[in-house]
């Protein structure tokens, strides 16, 4: 049922059309709004997918120089993980970034410094946001808006969100986070596919007042353009490791495995298209993670891992989550007696489960179907919330 529920809200797609995302940006509302007031002076919390196209046409501008060019004053960037330029690997600090051609003071929201100080606002009267999100609970551009939206709500500073399109925006399916489980990887009591714009989702997190002082934030969404709800997919990659749709579509399914002994392509050509480790059975396929310019130290780097390639498998987002890889890894590692040398998951399951209660429902041998079954309850109460937020109709 969990997986069918899943695509529920998927609008019953298994094989989508895809739009592009960047075609249907709130950032096109620049033009409309326009920069009237040269005196006021923004900060744009942006990175390199931050990117817009018109339909039809050849022109592809960054949001960037979209604020520019309709004359808004933008004083300051910030950026989330993987920096301004989405080349720094997950959890790489950046440090220091600048870009060739950009003359803007770059601010880091990542690392030791994930929330904007008193000392990084005092200069801005209103901060624009436009990240090009997956759509997923673990990424952690969602958590990037909830500290700028904290600290736009603390030192009284206007905050407009350039609402875009997400390839996940009509999934909803997962296990929803238990608060007590809280981190930079889910901050929020909603599931790992949450079915919302980063538009809808600031809204929720304001209206739930999920942030200290939410109630004092002038919190003012743009509106993607002529978007219903369609399966779109991301012209520049949002991360170095998800660098196309297939992998986006995998990554909520695949991204269980950073809390294994089991790697997902990370420091090949195919990260989260391609599962294995050195301990699985040799006749599969093969591949050997090495050092690159996105994955500065991969697991089991230069040592050959055996497991799946699933690069020819259809994966769409509307399939959900997909756990009979993360059962199957499990059982092969209890059946070779590798629990005897170290446990199958480490601490980092609980905060991207959002809780024990997969990790024990795997170790147990519960099946997929059953374990997805067990998610329906929290999922149908997380759906009456989420309707209070949605800002676009399914086509």
């Known amino acids: 049922m969990g997986f069918f529920f899943s695509i529920l809200f998927a609008q019953g797609q298994t094989s989508p059309t895809y739009v592009q995302a960047s075609e249907h940006a709130g950032a096109w509302r620049l033009e409309e709004i326009g920069g009237e007031d040269d005196t006021l002076r923004y900060a744009l919390v942006t990175h390199a997918a931050s990117m817009n196209s018109r339909p039809g046409s050849n022109r592809t ?38 870009v060739g051609g950009v003359d803007i003071p770059i601010v880091s929201l990542y690392g030791q410094h994930k929330k904007p100080s008193k000392e990084d606002l005092e200069d801005i009267d209103a901060v ?5 999100d997956v759509g997923v609970r673990f990424y952690t551009y969602i958590s990037t808006l909830t500290y700028v939206m904290e600290s736009c709500a603390e030192y009284h500073i206007p ?19 238990d608060t007590a489980y809280t981190s930079f990887v889910g901050m929020h009591p909603v599931p790992v596919l949450y ?22 934030l002038e919190l003012i969404i743009a509106p993607c353009v002529d978007y219903h709800r369609e399966t779109v997919q991301l012209p520049v990659p949002p991360s170095p490791n998800l660098p196309n749709s297939h992998a986006v579509a995998l990554y909520p399914s695949l991204c269980f495995f950073e809390a294994t002994p089991v790697s997902v392509g ?36 230069g040592k050959v891992c055996y497991g799946l390639d699933l690069r020819n498998e259809s994966y769409f987002p509307g399939n959900g989550i997909h756990l009979n890889y993360l059962c199957d890894a499990y059982q092969t590692y209890k059946l070779k007696g590798m629990e005897s040398e170290a446990p199958f998951f480490n601490s980092f399951m609980d905060k991207l489960a959002g809780g024990p209660e997969l990790e024990k429902a795997i170790l147990r041998g519960d099946s ?28």
């Not at 905050?159 to 986070?177: E, Q, S, T, Y």
Request: proline share 7%; hydrophobic share 40%; charged share 20%.
């Open 266 to 301: 990370r420091g090949t050509d195919a990260p989260f298209e391609i599962i294995g480790a050195p301990w699985f059975n040799a006749n599969t396929f093969s591949f050997t993670p090495h050092s690159n310019t996105v994955a500065a130290h991969p697991k089991f780097e």
């Open 61 to 98: 501008v960054h949001t960037l120089d979209l604020a520019l060019e309709n004359g808004f004053k933008v004083v300051k960037l910030f950026t989330p993980e993987h920096g301004f330029t989405g080349a720094y690997s997950a959890g790489q600090a950046v440090v220091g970034e600048s």
């Open 159 to 177: 905050l407009i969100v350039l609402d875009r399109p997400n390839p996940f925006a009509n999934v909803v399916d997962g296990p929803v986070l």
């Open 368 to 395: 997929p179907e059953a374990i997805q079954e067990t998610w329906q309850p929290a999922l149908r109460s997380y759906q009456e919330l989420r309707w209070k937020y949605l800002l676009y109709s399914e086509n």
């Open 128 to 132: 624009f946001f436009d990240l090009q």
């Open 195 to 216: 079915g919302l714009t980063m538009g809808e989702y600031a809204q929720m997190v304001k209206g739930e007042s999920w942030i200290k002082h939410a109630e004092e």
